[in-house]
């Protein structure tokens, strides 16, 4: 089973305080899921308190608002957690 969106920004936060603890500003380029995944990282981060180390988001083809190809492809994997998420976001 695919993980969920929080335990990759959950993923996500571990790689970056383990690889760069040392890092002021970091720069996260992200394209399509990443991209929902760093914000979903950045949003922990700021529910946490934590000091933001993030300096720019870069984003490309990210379904902010959900992905009206994964509607179709949910019949095709309908036990894939990212997939089951997009198509939430496209209801909301």
């Given at each position: 089973m695919a993980p969920r969106i929080r335990d990759l920004a959950e993923g996500l936060r571990s790689q970056i305080e383990v690889r760069y603890p040392d890092y002021k500003s970091i720069i996260l380029v992200c394209?399509?899921?990443?991209?929902?995944?760093?914000?979903?990282?950045?949003?922990?981060?700021?529910?946490?308190?934590?000091?933001?180390?993030?300096?720019?988001?870069?984003?490309?083809?990210?379904?902010?608002?959900?992905?009206?190809?994964?509607?179709?492809?949910?019949?095709?994997?309908?036990?894939?957690?990212?997939?089951a998420q997009l198509c939430a976001a496209i209801r909301n």
């Open positions: 394209h399509s899921l990443g991209g929902l995944v760093a914000r979903k990282y950045l949003v922990e981060e700021v529910k946490r308190g934590k000091e933001l180390r993030i300096d720019k988001l870069l984003l490309f083809a990210v379904p902010n608002n959900g992905a009206g190809l994964a509607s179709v492809a949910k019949y095709i994997s309908w036990q894939h957690n990212q997939l």
